[in-house]
Each structure stands twice: as C-alpha cells, then as structure tokens.
C-alpha cells in the first residue's frame, strides 16, 4: 500500500505535532513533504496530500476536508509569531503588504479592521521580506519564523492573537490537520485521531522539546530560552472547546467582512477513523 502523504509546514511551531512522523514507527507509513501554510492547503485541494496541517482559512473553501480532533496550533495570549508590523502609528495605516505565505493570518487581519480598527485598507501580496514589504507600504504582516526573528526596537508592532483575544475572550486558532475524505475511501492508515494526538503528546514531553529547541535554536540563530518559552506559553497544540468557540466567531465574522467565504459545518475524524462527528 502507497504511504499516506502528509503536507507540513515547515515552523518552529509545528515541530512538537510531527515528533513521532520523523523519529518514531508510525515514519515508515507516512510520506512527509514540508511547505508553507498557503501551499499545505493547496495541495489538500489538488490531492497531491492526503491531510495537512491547514491553516484554519482553508477549511472555508476546501470541500471534503474532516478535521482531527484535538490536535491545533492555537493561541490563548500572544503568539508572537504572527505580527503586524508599522512604520506609523496603526490609525494613519492605509496600506500592508501581505505576506503570501499566510491564509488564516491575512483573514485575521481584515477582520481585526473591518470590525474594530476601521477603516479601509490598501492590501499586496508579498514575499515575506520586510524591508521590501515596508519599502512601499506602511505595515507589512509577517508570519512564522521570520516574525519571531523581528528586531522589535525598529518597529510598532501589533500581535495579531493577543488582540483577537483581547477583543472576543477567545483563543484564536491559526492551523489544524485535516484529512481528505476521499482518501479515507482509498487507504486505511490506521486510526489517525490517535497516531497524531500521539505524536503530538510526544513532542511535548521535556526531553523531546528540549531536543527541538536545541535543533531550532541553531537553525533560526535565536536563543534557546526564548524558543522554549514560545513553545511551552505562546503555542496552544489542542483543539479544546473554546478554541472551537473561537474558531467558529472567526469564521463568522470572516464571512461578514468578505474575508472568507461561508464555513461549512465542522466534521471530525473519529478515533475509529471511519466515523465522522459534526459541530454547529
């Protein structure tokens, strides 16, 4: 049987979820191929991938797509990695250059000024090169390393969770793994609910998560401690109530503001991996 194709991003932020996908057994059944956030949805919609760890934008216009439950890379406080960065005070903003590898981050923001911020907004695509970005525009929305690697001192900077949180008392949920339906009908790889929560239970026991912290702290050229930290307070890994409660007010108001189409309705993967739950 061909391996399960697994489409990943490839953050800091997601290694504690693919501890057991690249040091344990289950590695042998799974083909792993690593992007970014934008480009992991794509190729759930193509069927290039069987799941993905999509960001949360994606499931509003990917059909067929079962979430696995309980497994997340959300926010209750600031994440830090997803900022808004300013050369002027937020209120004289008027255009931002997006950093193309996000979905969930640019709705996020588009949200956070159609409701709260006002006002109208001149928005481009970009690499996610600051210095570019802000060379012709007033701020610039970086995600991912590149954001956790900001020279703070030269900016105003907003980060994108601490204000949703602040303005709705609800976490934010920026990705989650979701899994082809069709490819349910055309492999069995096994009870997946469990394989991932594992894998993500794994990654987060101390041992492991000091071995990735040692590992990214080369790789990003940033302290270890202030790695650790991200990783133990900044990062949410599971999809609890109210992160669903949060997940689904943003959707909504998403739609409202043009942001996203409607979401469909939330369907999980069961643990028995062939049944499927709903939430409304």
């Not at 499931?59 to 696995?68: H, K, T």
């Not at 949060?246 to 409607?262: D, I, K, N, V, W």
Request: glycine fraction near 4%.
């Amino acid at each position: 049987m061909k391996p399960f194709r697994i489409s990943a991003i490839s953050y800091l932020n997601t290694a504690p979820l693919l501890w057991d996908f690249e040091h344990g057994d289950p590695s042998s059944d799974f083909e792993i191929s690593y992007t970014i956030p934008s480009l992991c949805a794509a190729s759930l919609q193509d069927g290039s991938a069987d799941i993905g760890i999509i960001p949360a934008a994606a499931y509003a216009s990917i059909p067929d797509l079962l979430i696995l439950p309980d497994v997340s890379i959300a926010a209750r406080q600031a994440v830090r990695s997803i900022l808004l960065v300013s050369k002027v005070p937020r209120e004289r903003i008027r255009t931002v250059a997006l950093d193309r590898s996000s979905l969930t981050s640019v709705a996020l923001l588009k949200v956070l000024f159609a409701r709260w911020w006002g006002g109208e907004r001149i928005y481009r695509t970009m690499p996610p090169d600051l210095e570019s970005m802000l060379a012709s525009h007033d701020a610039a929305l970086l995600i991912g390393d590149p954001a956790l690697q900001l020279e703070h001192s030269r900016f105003l900077s907003f980060d994108l969770a601490e204000e949703w949180i602040r303005l709705t008392q609800l976490p934010f949920v920026f990705a989650f793994w979701a899994v082809r339906g069709r490819s349910l009908e055309e492999k069995r790889p096994g009870d997946l609910a469990s394989l991932f929560q594992q894998s993500r239970d794994h990654g987060l026991l101390p041992g492991n998560l000091r071995q990735i912290v040692r590992d990214w702290a080369a790789r990003l050229a940033l302290p270890g401690d202030r790695i650790e930290s991200y990783l133990r307070e900044n990062i949410h890994y599971f999809l609890d109530p109210a992160c669903l409660a949060g997940m689904e007010l943003f959707y909504r108001y998403a739609s409202e503001c043009g942001a996203l189409p409607p979401a469909p309705e939330l369907r999980f993967l069961e643990p028995s991996n062939l049944t499927i739950g709903s939430r409304r």
